[in-house]
C-alpha cells in the first residue's frame, strides 16, 4: 500500500505541466497533482490499462510510437486503476491480474469496440406516478456509420412479481388431453386465474425490456434522472472486473477497478452476468 | 476570440482542397487542431457564463451574450448538474441554465480554470458526425455585498463536442473545413 502511494506520488509528481496543457488566461489555478492523477474519463481507463497515453495524458500513442503498449508503462498504470480505499480486492489478487495483462508472451488489452464490456446505468423513472428505481445495461453496438450505445437489458423490481412461476406438482397446468375438449379450459386457465405464466413452456423467459418499451409507449413509466453509472468488463481472459466512478479527495480518485474476479470457465461467467443483471 | 480565429484558420487549410476520395478518417495531427479549436469554445463559453453572471452586466446585454453562447451549441442541448449531496442529475436546457446563472445575481462571479484538462478520443456516430468529451475543472466563485452571499465549488465539467466536416465556397471553389459544436454537458461537483 505504501508502496502504490509512493508510486503514485512519483508518477504524479513526474507530470509537467508545460504551456499549452492549461487553458491560460487570469484566474487560472495550478492543480496540485489530484486532477492529474484522476482518471477522468472512462476513455482515459482505456488508455491507461493500454499504455496509449502519456504519464501527463497530453500525449495520445499510437501504433508505431516508441511508448505505445509499452510494458513498464502498463505496470504502472494498471496498478494505479485501482480503488485501494474501499475495495476488497487482496493485494495478491490485484498482483496476479497484473502480471497476467501485462505478460511479455500475451498482453492482453482493452478495446472500445470490441464486445464483452457493458454499462450499468442506474436510474429513477416515475412508475405509474410513484419513483422507482430501475437499472438499465447497455453496450455499444456498431451502426450506420460509426457505434451508439444501446439498452440490452432492464432489471425492475416491479416486474418481478409477475412472473413467479411455480414448479412440479405446485404449478397450475392444463392437463394433457385439454386438446380433446378444444382446449375449453383456457377459460379457467387465462380468466380466473392471476398466475398466466405457468402455462408457459419451460424455456420461458420473460422480456423485461419489451414490458419497460410497452410501459414507456403507453405513459405508465416515464424517465426522472440518473444516479449512478458503472461498467463491466469480460475483455480479459479470465477475468472479470468492474469499473465505478470515485468522487474524493485524494489521488485515487476517477474511473477505478473496484471489483475482481477470476473466471473459470463459460459457467462462472453465466452466474456472474445472472447476478449483475438482477433477472435470475 | 483571436486564438480561437486561428485555430479556425488552421483547420481551414489543413483540410485542403475537395477531393471525392477524401476519407473521413481524423488523423492525429488534425486530431490537435481540432482539440485546440474545441478548447477556444469552451473558453468562450466560461467567458459568456462570467459575463452573465456578473451583476454589472445589463439585462439587455446578458441576452445578447446568452444569444452568443447557445450559437456554441448543438440545437437541444442540456446541462445535467449534480452535487456531493445529490448523485441526481438535474437537466436544464442549456439557455435555462443561463438564466437560472443570471438570475443568483451576484456582483461578482469569477470562474477560474485549473491547469489541467482531458480530451478524449474522437468515436465516429451511425450519422457519421464524430463525437468526443472534453474534461475540465472550474472553480465558481460568486460574492454579494447586499447579503453577504459568498458560494465556491469545483466542478468537474464534461462537455461533448460535435465534429462535422462541413463545406465552404471559396473563391467558387469548394473548400472542406472540420467544425466544432458543443453538446450536452454534465456538471459535477467535486470533492478533490
Known amino acids: ?280 | 476570440m483571436k486564438k480561437h480565429i486561428q485555430a479556425f484558420i488552421l483547420l481551414f487549410f489543413a483540410t485542403g482542397l475537395i477531393a471525392a476520395a477524401q476519407s473521413d478518417n481524423i488523423s492525429p495531427q488534425r486530431k490537435q487542431a481540432i482539440d485546440s479549436l474545441a478548447l477556444e469554445k469552451v473558453k468562450d463559453l466560461s467567458k459568456y457564463i462570467s459575463i452573465i453572471g456578473s451583476k454589472d452586466t445589463q439585462f439587455s446585454e446578458a441576452n445578447r451574450v446568452m444569444d452568443r453562447a447557445e450559437e456554441l451549441f448543438s440545437p437541444g442541448s442540456e446541462m445535467g448538474v449534480s452535487s456531493l449531496s445529490s448523485q441526481d442529475v438535474a437537466y436544464y436546457p442549456v439557455r435555462r441554465y443561463f438564466e437560472r446563472l443570471m438570475a443568483l445575481n451576484y456582483d461578482n462571479v469569477t470562474i477560474s480554470w485549473y491547469d489541467i484538462h482531458y480530451i478524449s478520443d474522437l468515436e465516429r456516430q451511425p450519422d457519421g458526425r464524430y463525437v468526443g468529451v472534453v474534461t475540465i475543472y472550474q472553480r465558481f466563485e460568486g460574492t454579494s455585498v447586499e447579503t453577504g452571499l459568498n458560494y465556491k465549488d469545483t466542478t468537474k465539467k464534461d462537455i461533448t463536442i460535435y465534429v462535422e466536416k462541413k463545406q465552404t465556397q471559396v473563391a467558387g471553389r469548394t473548400i472542406e473545413f472540420w467544425d466544432v459544436m458543443l453538446g450536452d454537458i454534465r456538471v459535477t461537483e467535486t470533492s478533490a
Open chain 1, 1 to 280: 500500500m505504501k508502496k502504490l502511494s509512493l508510486l503514485a506520488i512519483i508518477i504524479i509528481s513526474s507530470i509537467q505541466f508545460v504551456s499549452g496543457q492549461g487553458l491560460g488566461g487570469p484566474g487560472q489555478i495550478k492543480d496540485d497533482g489530484r486532477f492529474a492523477a484522476s482518471t477522468k474519463q472512462l476513455n482515459q481507463f482505456f488508455r491507461r490499462f493500454n499504455a496509449e497515453e502519456s504519464e501527463d495524458g497530453l500525449t495520445r500513442y499510437h501504433n508505431g510510437d516508441e511508448m505505445y503498449h509499452n510494458r513498464e508503462l502498463r505496470i504502472k498504470y494498471v496498478n494505479l486503476l485501482f480503488d485501494n480505499e474501499t475495495s476488497n480486492i487482496t493485494k495478491s489478487l490485484k498482483q496476479e491480474f497484473i502480471d497476467h495483462v501485462t505478460a511479455e508472451n500475451y498482453p492482453q488489452y482493452l478495446s472500445f469496440h470490441r464486445e464483452n464490456w457493458f454499462a450499468e446505468v442506474s436510474s429513477v423513472f416515475t412508475f405509474k406516478g410513484k419513483r422507482t428505481n430501475v437499472t438499465l445495461f447497455m453496450e455499444i453496438q456498431q451502426e450506420g456509420l460509426g457505434f451508439e450505445w444501446v439498452i440490452k437489458e432492464v432489471a425492475f423490481d416491479g416486474f418481478k412479481p409477475y412472473f413467479d412461476k411455480k414448479e412440479g406438482k405446485e404449478k397450475p397446468f392444463l392437463h394433457p388431453l385439454s386438446h380433446e375438449l378444444g382446449f375449453m379450459n383456457l377459460r379457467k386457465a387465462l380468466q380466473d386465474n392471476d398466475t398466466p405464466e405457468s402455462y408457459t413452456s419451460d424455456g420461458y423467459k420473460p422480456d423485461y425490456l419489451t414490458l419497460f418499451l410497452y410501459e414507456i409507449k403507453s405513459g405508465n413509466m416515464k424517465f426522472e434522472t440518473v444516479n449512478g453509472v458503472k461498467f463491466h468488463f469480460f475483455q480479459i481472459g479470465d477475468w472479470y472486473f468492474e469499473v465505478s466512478q470515485f468522487n474524493r479527495p485524494g489521488f485515487n480518485t476517477g474511473w477505478l477497478i473496484s471489483n475482481l474476479t477470476k473466471v473459470a470457465d463459460a459457467e462462472e461467467k453465466e452466474a456472474i452476468l445472472n447476478y449483475i443483471y438482477d433477472q435470475k
